[in-house]
């Protein structure tokens, strides 16, 4: 476990460096999920598998979550969540630059749910990080941000879960580079047979495609 200083909070999270990494992506956890999360926990140890380092981040304090548990207002602060996220950029990139092997790693990131709005809005506002991937996720509560993000962006969605698709199908359309990965039968949470390892493949590879070595 590390501990990431940020101005206004001190976030925990689980980093995973493989050897000869191909990029570095920090995790956005979904609405009410922690880096706990058994389903982000299965994408990054696939990404782990794919060459690709890993930051699984609580974006909230351990007493900022328990009021959440309660009161469910932070989930959707997308502005807080932001924050977070462009302060745990910095702070990713400032360590990664600090070792020789991890100086010049590109950052992604792997969004889920709301919180995928604000890794397209902290991506927006940090062209280091250069790929972002979207699982079953809410881009249009970036609203303004969108047509700002210079990342490469991946959105995938389930093929059973319609009201989010035409979200995703909207947003896409403010994306400067995007794609829309479809899986079939999946619903929000990708619990079908198969489904959160279609997930994983895909992201792998968009991370792969996207991230290298250079700035």
Known sequence: MITLKLPDADLDGDLVIPDDPAGMVLFAHGSGSSRHSPR???????????????????????????????????RFDIELLTLRLIGAIDALAEGLESAPHTAGLR?????????AA?????????????????????????????????????????????????????????????????????????EEPGALTEVTTQAAEWFNRHLDHGI
């Open 40 to 74: 982000n926990r299965a994408v990054a140890e696939g990404l782990n598998a794919a060459g690709i380092g890993t930051l699984l981040l609580d974006l909230l304090t351990e007493q900022e979550e328990q009021v959440d548990r309660v009161t469910a207002e932070l």
């Open 107 to 115: 950052i992604g990131l792997f969004g889920a749910s709301a919180r």
């Open 118 to 190: 604000a890794a397209l809005a902290a991506a927006a506002a940090r062209p280091v990080v250069g790929a972002v991937v979207s699982r079953g996720g809410r881009p249009d509560l970036a609203g303004p941000s969108l047509p700002r993000v210079q990342a490469p962006v991946l959105l995938i969605v389930g093929g059973a879960d319609p009201e989010v698709l035409r979200l995703n199908e909207q947003a896409r359309q403010h994306l400067d580079v995007a794609e829309l990965h479809i899986v079939s039968g999946a619903t929000h949470l990708f």
